[in-house]
C-alpha cells in the first residue's frame, strides 16, 4: 500500500534470555545480601567465633581469637598467630611437616 510503517520483531532467543537474566538477577541480588554482610565486619567476627568453636576440636586448624573491644563494624582485630603460610614449601618442610598432608588439611 506504500504506507510507511513499524515493525517491532522479537528476537528468536529471547525468551530463553530473559529467563537467563532473571535467574541472573535474582543471584545478583543474593550477592549484594551477602556483600553487604561482608563489609560488616562485625558480622565477620561473629563468623570467626562460630567457626572457631566447630573446629575447636581439630587440632590442625586454629580460628584466631576475636578482640571485641578492639572491633566495629570497620575495624576487626584478631590475636596474631605466628605461623606458616601455605606457599612457603621450604618453612613446611623445615618443620618436617608433609606437604601431602599439608595440602589435603587444607582443603577441608
Known amino acids: 500500500s ?7 520483531v522479537q528476537y528468536s532467543d529471547l525468551r530463553e534470555r530473559y529467563e537467563t537474566d532473571i535467574a541472573t538477577a ?3 541480588d543474593e550477592l ?4 553487604t554482610l561482608e563489609l560488616d565486619f562485625l558480622h565477620e ?10 573446629v ?3 587440632d590442625y586448624v ?4 576475636v578482640h571485641w573491644n578492639l572491633t566495629k563494624k ?7 598467630v605466628e605461623g606458616i603460610t601455605i606457599d612457603h614449601v621450604d618453612e613446611l618442610k623445615k618443620q618436617n611437616l ?4 599439608v595440602s589435603s588439611d587444607f582443603v577441608l
Open 2 to 8: 506504500g504506507e510507511k510503517v513499524a515493525v517491532k
Open 26 to 28: 535474582w543471584m545478583l
Open 32 to 35: 549484594h545480601d551477602d556483600l
Open 45 to 54: 567476627a561473629r563468623n570467626a567465633e562460630r567457626s572457631r568453636e566447630s
Open 56 to 58: 575447636r576440636h581439630l
Open 62 to 65: 586454629y580460628v584466631p581469637k
Open 74 to 80: 570497620r575495624i576487626v582485630t584478631y590475636e596474631f
Open 98 to 101: 608433609s606437604l601431602k598432608d
